[in-house]
């Protein structure tokens, strides 16, 4: 089945606890990028990559890293999260200029 | 810099009753133009698209309108039902990046009552 799955699901930290967020898919698509949702704000774009070893800043991109190494994975770190890091955050593939495929979304609390 | 524009943030109709959702963006080199219905505590799912070759399409109870020339674009759907109920958002392709780049609208949240 395709999929782009996050893990975890939910999380609750405190402020200046590193964590990662997991991406994975296995559609094999070249392009990946990282979501948060706030109310109110819509889907802001945080990092994204056209491939392997190749990323760049979205919209939102303070206080978040992101890596490449594998095609398939894409994961998220929060290297010293803060409150306003608070958000629910979504991973998504595509390949060209089409669909593009959300993982189910991790809800982040730090407090 | 980029940026779309969704209006109204809030719509509620009754069943059976037709919702306009309304997306205007700035960067005349947008081809791509996508529609995401995010139900309830789920991911954001395409539920139709256009390109800017094209006008207007249509699936079942919901279409697209695209004007290139205003950069604007709509999401009509008729014959609402309650399972129509969701946040919609709208999105226009990012011509400097590469791939499936977009950058969403706010998000209109329609609820349609029985």
């Not at chain 2, 950069?71 to 590469?98: G, M, W």
């Given at each position: 089945?395709?999929?782009?799955?996050?893990?975890?699901?939910?999380?609750?930290?405190?402020?200046?606890?590193?964590?990662?967020?997991?991406?994975?898919q296995?559609m094999n698509h070249e392009y990946?990028?990282?979501?948060?949702?706030?109310?109110?704000?819509?889907?802001?774009?945080?990092?994204?990559?056209?491939?392997?070893?190749?990323?760049?800043?979205?919209?939102?991109?303070?206080?978040?890293?992101?890596?490449?190494?594998?095609?398939?994975?894409?994961?998220?770190?929060?290297?010293?999260?803060?409150?306003?890091?608070?958000?629910?955050?979504?991973?998504?593939s595509g390949r060209?200029?089409?669909?593009?495929?959300?993982?189910?979304?991790?809800?982040?609390?730090?407090? | 810099?980029?940026?779309?524009?969704?209006?109204?943030?809030?719509?509620?109709?009754?069943?059976?009753?037709?919702?306009?959702?309304?997306?205007?963006?700035?960067?005349?080199?947008?081809?791509?133009?996508?529609?995401?219905?995010?139900?309830?505590?789920?991911?954001?799912?395409?539920?139709?698209?256009?390109?800017?070759?094209?006008?207007?399409?249509?699936?079942?109870?919901?279409?697209?309108?695209?004007?290139?020339?205003?950069?604007?674009?709509?999401?009509?759907?008729?014959?609402?039902?309650?399972?129509?109920?969701?946040?919609?958002?709208?999105?226009?392709?990012?011509?400097?990046?590469?791939?499936?780049?977009?950058?969403?609208?706010?998000?209109?949240?329609?609820?349609?009552?029985?």
């Amino acid at each position: 089945e395709a999929q782009v799955t996050q893990n975890p699901r939910y999380l609750i930290t405190v402020t200046g606890k590193k964590l990662t967020v997991t991406c994975s898919q296995n559609m094999n698509h070249e392009y990946m990028s990282w979501y948060r949702q706030d109310p109110g704000l819509g889907l802001r774009q945080i990092y994204y990559s056209m491939n392997v070893e190749v990323t760049d800043k979205g919209d939102v991109p303070e206080g978040y890293k992101v890596s490449r190494k594998e095609k398939r994975n894409f994961p998220l770190i929060l290297e010293s999260p803060s409150p306003n890091q608070t958000s629910l955050y979504f991973c998504a593939s595509g390949r060209g200029t089409g669909e593009l495929f959300f993982g189910e979304g991790s809800r982040l609390t730090v407090l | 810099g980029e940026n779309v524009e969704q209006h109204p943030s809030t719509l509620s109709v009754q069943e059976g009753d037709s919702a306009v959702i309304k997306c205007t963006y700035s960067d005349s080199a947008s081809n791509y133009f996508p529609w995401y219905k995010q139900e309830l505590g789920k991911r954001p799912q395409l539920i139709i698209d256009i390109r800017s070759n094209v006008g207007e399409k249509k699936d079942q109870r919901i279409a697209v309108t695209l004007n290139k020339t205003a950069k604007h674009f709509s999401l009509h759907i008729t014959e609402t039902q309650p399972e129509d109920s969701a946040v919609y958002f709208c999105a226009a392709s990012r011509p400097n990046q590469a791939g499936t780049a977009l950058i969403f609208g706010k998000g209109t949240t329609l609820s349609v009552s029985s």
